[in-house]
């Protein structure tokens, strides 16, 4: 052991509570792949990245997550299915649990920090079991210089232990796993999983209550581009309305693929690095990402093709949620730093399974603070199982399962800014055109681009627009590159009735999930609900 880790061994022994540890501290990224393999956490792959199986869990577990309920998030914090309330007692006890297993242990400690607008630099310090877990946590958010590591101060804690399991009748969770912050400590405290999205999501879910709450700055689940003159898009969806793929363009730079923040005159990033996922990845629809997979990167839950060690992409047979985290320079087309000014263009992204939606609409505030809290999306047959027809799905404001305050707070503050800096907000169908999914078509990739590309050229400022009769969507008649037909959706329907059947259904189903908000929000959200007829 180096002289700094003994320092550092006592310096954690002290702060932390974690006594009689062998200390890694701040490893390079080839010294962590290196442990890695060396304890047979890991394997190479052909192109130098290394994978490893986080277990049990590959994926979050949102029914384990816990906000400490205390003086600070007692009155603030929206409790209920997402954000569940934990004694801060027991909290206590679990944090001392912990810090009393890693002891004596081999562990992995990395000083980072969240936020590329040096304004709210969030400094972070990592305990990690597993030194793939710290490989993530390198990967993943910012990283200090070392002039800056040799007077580093933490504000946050994170201690991650996926083998320690919790007594859920003793320590008060709902099982073995769990994923807590406590806004008072400024600790999160993570067990029983060794899905790596856990770190991450822990800070930006505290992010979440930081920003708005106590800086006036809105926090995005998104991801986010500029150009080289300086014009800023951002992109709200979820999983499969082609967040990552309609951001990530060859003539933009790419400010992030995730987590951002919007304060009165730029957006930035929170991370150092994206977690994209690799189902089907390929060189072809996704050449940032295939290339990124190279020595330094760490890919969760793949296998490879019997016989080699080269990645199937296309295999599911542990997770459809295969993952790789991996450093933002490890994209060539990037912003330096990771910040751009205020957006002159908002994309929310749905994929539409029913067919209903325009291809493209742009929203007054009123609309996009309700479409923001809505967070509509569908899912397909074959996506899940049990499912076999189209459902709805909604996560309020695009990322439910990490945001503290009530969706209104952030719905209201993106209005407000919405406001001020004259930004245009699109609401973009990726799904569904000419009939529901096993009737119509999913909508070209082509087209879509050629709309988000009109959109941010100001293509369709002089265009004439028309509404639309349930969702009061103003629809542009006329765009660059695509078939005017398409753009109501109604055309596209052999028999017009049986559309405004089936746009009165996912009316309907807006309306239902509303209701849960409708007692927080102001009188302009309210009036931006669709009309059924």
Known sequence: MSEQEKKVSQQIASDLGILDAIVHFNLSPDELQNHCLDKKQAKLTAQGAITINTGKFTGRSPLDRFIVKDSITKESVWWGDINIPFNEDKFDILHKKITNYLSNKEIYVRDTYACANEKYRLNIRVVNEYPWSNLFAYNMFLRPSNHELENFKHEWLILNAPGFFADSEIDGTRQENFAILSFTKKIILIGGTGYTGEIKKGIFSALNFILPYEKNVLSMHCSANTNSNGDTAVFFGLSGTGKTTLSADPNRLLIGDDEHGWDNDSVFNFEGGCYAKCIDLSSENEPDIYGAVKKGALLENIEFFEGTNNVDYSNTSITENTRVSYPIHFINNISTPSVGNSPNNIFFLTADAFGVLPPISKLTAGQAMYHFISGYTAKVAGTEAGITEPQTTFSACFGAPFMPLHPTKYAEMLGEKMKNSNVNVW???????????????????????????????????????????????NMPKNCPEVPSHILNPKNTWEDSSKYDVKANELAKAFNKNFIQFADQANNEILTAAPKVI
């Open 427 to 473: 609401l973009i169908n990726t799904g569904w055109s000419g009939g529901e999914y096993g009737v119509g078509n999913r909508i070209s990739l082509k087209f879509t681009r050629a709309m988000i590309t009109a959109a941010l050229n100001n293509d369709l400022a002089d265009v004439d627009f028309e509404l639309h009769n349930i969702f009061g969507l």
